[in-house]
């Protein structure tokens, strides 16, 4: 499985943008960039994904890379609520494979 | 629209024991996969089910098995519990199993404890 590579933890403060960084050099053509996070005590829940050009949904920006090999998840105001455990991953035609993700603090 | 629900949310065994969770997809869905997240760890793919046959399969024993039933639900079962399995398993349901842009529902899990 393609693998990706972020980092352990990442801090925030309220209503300030977060960029939360995604490295995936051995990404193939066909593999979709998915985002999930996991809020405590729950399960994982989708975010967004994208292929090639950048993505906007309510919850998120997703910015790739020209040459994919990295991507940028977006939380425009972090808030409290957005404290959570966020994955990137790579879907070719796979389950969901998740690594250890990274654990986003919010600092009011 | 109820989202995929779990059952039971907590639960104890001792080890050797068996023990099966259940699982009943988001309405409408009709692939179920199921993962296993110890502590601290990312979740781990068990198995998927579609057309109720294993599909895919990820590095797990044969202790672990499944179910899928006709009208999507499923189950997991897990026979001579080790210590190791004690975990969150958690349930997702998506549509279509060969998408790779589907998105997954997850459940909020089944908390195992093997003493």
């Known amino acids: 499985d393609a693998k990706t590579t972020q980092p352990n933890s990442m801090e925030s403060n309220e209503e300030e943008p977060v960029h939360l960084p995604c490295n995936h050099s051995t990404i193939s053509g066909t593999d979709y960039i998915h985002w999930y996070r996991q809020l405590p005590s729950q399960g994982p829940e989708y975010v967004i994904h994208?292929?090639?050009s950048n993505v906007n949904n309510r919850m998120a920006s997703l910015a790739i890379a020209e040459d994919r090999k990295s991507s940028t998840l977006i939380l425009h105001r972090a808030t409290l609520r957005d404290a959570a455990v966020y994955y990137c991953i790579l879907r070719g035609n796979t389950p969901l494979v998740f690594g250890k993700g990274t654990r986003l603090s919010v600092i009011a | 629209d109820a989202g995929v629900t779990q059952s039971p949310t907590h639960l104890i065994k001792t080890r050797g024991q068996q023990v099966t969770l259940r699982c009943s997809p988001k309405s409408g869905h009709d692939t179920v996969s199921w993962y296993q997240q110890a502590l601290g760890q990312g979740p781990q793919f068990i198995f998927q089910y579609y057309e109720e046959e294993e599909r895919q399969r990820g590095n797990f024993p044969d202790r672990f098995s499944g179910h899928q039933f006709p009208n999507y639900s499923s189950e997991l079962n897990v026979n001579a519990l080790l210590l190791g399995d004690s975990a969150l398993y958690l349930c997702?349901?998506?549509?279509?199993?060969?998408?790779?842009?589907?998105?997954?529902?997850f459940g909020e899990g089944s908390r195992l404890t093997v003493l």
């Open positions: 997702a349901s998506s549509l279509n199993p060969g998408v790779n842009t589907g998105e997954l529902f």
């Open positions: 994208g292929l090639t």
